[in-house]
């Protein structure tokens, strides 16, 4: 399984974040298995924003929900991360995972399979 991050690193303050994570090996649409995405700000931990469900449910961070959304494209084996209203605190890499269960809290590396990450800034 290989998942790749794709968007634009730089972003300004109030605008939409959209990201692509593309998933090859695997039908993201089979099984039972959750397709994350996951940030990680400067100095800070992993934090874990939502996920779409193989099933197409989605599952946001009670934080985040106000202003995320994330939907899928099936025939690509695609799904996408909007952040709408970003400020320079959305600075951070971003990363998609895919792991058979759901997960929350206390994401490690080793949880499932991760894209390499992508770094994105706000600036104004």
């Known amino acids: 399984v290989q998942l790749v991050e794709s968007g634009p690193g730089l972003v300004k303050p109030s605008q939409t974040l959209s990201l692509t994570c593309t998933v090859s090996?695997?039908?993201?649409?089979?099984?039972?298995?959750?397709w994350n995405w996951i940030r990680q700000p400067p100095g800070k931990g992993l934090e874990w924003m939502g996920a779409?469900?193989?099933?197409?449910?989605?599952f946001y961070s009670p934080s985040l929900k106000s202003r995320t959304s994330i939907s899928r494209d099936t025939s690509k084996t695609q799904f996408t991360l909007q952040l709408r209203s970003v400020t320079p605190e959305d600075t951070a890499v971003y990363s998609c995972a895919g792991y058979a269960l759901f997960k929350a809290t206390a994401w490690v590396r080793d949880d499932g399979e991760w894209g390499q990450g992508t770094q994105v800034t706000v600036y104004s």
């Open positions: 090996g695997v039908s993201i649409t089979s099984g039972t298995y959750y």
């Open positions: 779409i469900h193989s099933s197409g449910s989605v």
